[in-house]
């Protein structure tokens, strides 16, 4: 806030909606990422259970494959919201 000189309270509450914004969608996306961990521990332990691993291996990997993509992705997100926050 120091390079932008004198801000107000009312250009806060005006222009930090894009903040906010920002911060809930890596909450959701951190909610998102945590049901696909736990759905995918089921379905392990289920097929452990039940023993129907060679038969259910496929879906797990794709899930796996999923999950991981979607953490990268999550990762790059922030990388790109703390940079953008250092640049404000």
């Known amino acids: ?10 250009m806060l509450e005006r222009y930090s909606h894009v ?3 920002a911060k809930r969608n890596a909450i959701g996306l951190g909610f ?6 736990v759905a995918l521990v089921v ?7 039940d023993g129907t691993v060679q038969e259910s291996m496929g879906l797990v990997r ?3 494959i999923m999950l991981v993509v979607f953490i990268v992705g ?3 997100e922030r990388g790109r919201h703390n940079q953008l926050k250092q640049a404000a």
């Open 1 to 10: 806030m120091a390079i932008a000189g004198h801000v107000s309270r009312r």
């Open 62 to 64: 794709a899930e796996a």
């Open 74 to 76: 999550v990762f790059i």
């Open 19 to 21: 903040r906010m914004e």
């Open 32 to 37: 998102v990422g945590l049901i696909m961990a």
């Open 43 to 49: 379905r392990v332990f289920g097929m452990l259970t």
